[in-house]
């Protein structure tokens, strides 16, 4: 059994890759926590709310919300990308309550290291914010803590949001250095990989149509407002962190050194190294996984 906490900012890729560590078997998401990046911390954890209504998942995670705005600078969001509330802007989300049942993700965090150890692995799919906290908090738990999963950076690609800065590294560049200096068991998956991990409107649309009914239909209207942005064609960025997760042979991995210049460049450097990085996919099983678990 692979046990996640997963600290995400949804969304619609990481609602997605909620979805897919919701449907694989032998994964139990034990808890999952809100940070502020794509969108507001506030919509981040109603959309998960949204998102645990959709899919009612068992066992129910613990929830809790997190940092509302980077350790050092005002808050970059993207709802440009993911649609003014971050699941593509529909405007007709049920009704949820969104009352996290704890007031701290980095009290949860630690926990959940303290707790499970070299059994958990915990999946970072915004900015590092709280991980950067949590490991400020009790260092010797967070290195407990089996793996550590983070989609971020651009290490030898171009950035997406300046031509050397990935979006998560570029909102909070100092929580990222705080983390790759930290001594966890980091697999890093920038860019370089999930750039190679993508999907058609048209295969989505397939995968979904075999199953119809309320969550197929929910889940290509939220997707609809990136495919226009990409052009037809989603990358899964969050979903290949989780599938990183439970099933890391999906990724061919290279052990690096990286340091975070101020803008949230991620750039090579000498010495020992302070993660390992993905720089392949086996993308045809990837995305076979993700279209048969959604």
């Known amino acids: 059994m692979t046990l996640l906490v997963i600290d995400t900012d949804p969304g619609v890729d990481d609602a997605l890759a909620l979805l897919l560590a919701w449907g694989s078997p032998g994964v139990r998401v034990e808890a999952v926590t809100t940070v502020a990046g794509n969108v507001p911390l506030g919509q981040c954890t109603l959309n998960l709310f949204r998102l645990l209504a959709l899919r009612r998942p068992e066992p129910w995670p613990v929830v809790a919300a997190g940092a509302d705005a980077p350790l050092a600078r005002p808050l970059r969001t993207a709802e440009g990308y993911h649609g003014a509330d971050g699941l593509g802007a529909l405007g007709d989300w049920p009704e949820v309550e969104a009352e996290p049942a704890l007031p701290n993700a980095i009290d949860l965090i630690v926990d959940m290291g303290r707790r499970h150890g070299e059994r958990l692995t915990l999946v970072a ?54 983390v790759l200096d930290a001594g966890l ?30 969550r197929a239909a929910r889940v290509l ?25 439970f099933d890391e042979t999906l990724l061919s991995w290279e052990p690096a050194r990286l340091r975070i210049g101020g803008d949230g460049e991620t750039r090579r450097a000498g010495g020992h190294p302070n993660c390992r990085i993905a720089v392949g996919v086996e993308t045809e099983r990837f995305v076979s996984v993700l279209l048969q678990r959604l």
């Open 125 to 178: 799919l915004g900015p590092l914010t709280n991980l950067a906290l949590a490991c400020e908090a009790d260092l010797a738990a967070m290195r407990r803590i089996g793996r550590v999963v983070a989609m971020g950076g651009a290490v030898d690609v171009p950035g997406n949001v300046t031509p050397t800065a990935e979006f998560n590294f570029h909102v909070d560049p100092e929580a990222a250095a705080r």
């Open 185 to 214: 068991r980091l697999d890093l998956v920038p860019l370089d990989a999930t750039g190679q991990a993508t999907v058609t409107r048209a295969e989505l649309e397939r995968a979904l149509g075999a199953r119809p009914g309320p």
């Open 221 to 245: 209207a939220f997707t609809q407002h990136a495919f226009a942005r990409e052009g037809g064609r989603l990358t899964l960025h969050d979903p290949l962190a989780v599938g990183a997760a």
